[in-house]
């Protein structure tokens, strides 16, 4: 790995530990509920620096920072990057931010190694590092660890939800709409077509959307749960007619 890559995730990794440093007095995490014991989002957020951080995501981020001390973010550095051998002691403060906190962690360095075999070796690291502690030090349970918040609040949202829109296509997305709130039948409104490019656009994006329209269903004094069935509806049955086909 060439000294600059290095510096970078270097830098980044300790702004990614100490973020809350960075953002305390803007910070409007104190005010926000604690963290909830909700699944992870996937995929993980995509982080840009011109993005300005929700204070959902902060929090969290915060929550992360507490967790571990600079002396073991040195040694997991040390650990991922110069080949070193984390102490016990630091293994269990990794465990003890969680394995969201990790995952952020491993995304960011993602986010930011452009050359794959890097990118490839440096995650496979913190993968491992991260179930060799979890074995010499094992999750409690009880415990209750930082969760990265709604997707809504992640950074990257809104490219992500852009990129949902251009996969699926106006057309399309009035096709669902119209199944989703007019009752009508499936075959009339959704075509051979549309149900390709739901199916392309994938899970993410088609949970994302139901969230949504779930929305949409309260704004409009529907039955949300009606709406959530109809949108699991069309997607079984999209398919089934790309697998008929």
């Known amino acids: 790995m060439s000294e600059f890559s290095t510096m970078i995730i270097k830098i980044t990794f300790f702004l990614i530990i100490n973020v809350g440093i960075f953002f305390l007095d803007q910070s409007e995490a104190t005010k926000t509920k604690p963290i909830s014991d909700g699944p992870t989002p996937s995929p993980l957020p995509s982080h840009s620096e011109k993005e300005i951080p929700s204070p959902q995501y902060k929090h969290f981020l915060e929550e992360c920072e507490k967790r571990i001390t600079e002396k073991c973010a040195h040694e997991i550095f040390k650990e991922i990057f110069e080949n070193k051998t984390i102490s016990n002691n630091c293994c269990s403060e990794l465990v003890d931010m969680g394995p969201d906190c990790q995952s952020i962690m ?23 590092l991260w179930k060799r502690c979890s074995k ?3 999750m409690d349970k009880k415990r209750q660890y930082p969760k990265v918040p709604q997707r809504m609040y992640l950074p990257g949202y809104d490219n992500f ?3 949902c829109e251009e996969e699926l296509t106006e057309k399309c997305g009035a096709q669902v709409l119209g199944f989703v709130f007019k009752k009508n039948e499936t075959a009339n409104v959704v ?15 088609h949970d994302e959307m139901h969230v949504r329209l779930q929305r949409l269903a309260d704004r409009k004094k529907e039955k949300s749960d009606f709406v959530k069935e109809k949108g699991h509806q069309i997607w079984k049955y999209c398919e089934e007619i790309i697998a008929h086909n």
């Open 136 to 138: 010499i030090t094992p």
């Open 191 to 205: 075509d051979k077509g549309c149900c390709s490019k739901l199916l392309k656009m994938g899970h993410d994006c």
């Open 106 to 128: 491993i995304q960011r360095e993602k986010d930011l190694l452009k050359n794959k075999n890097e990118k490839n070796t440096i995650v496979q690291k913190s993968e491992d």
């Open 161 to 163: 939800l852009k990129g």
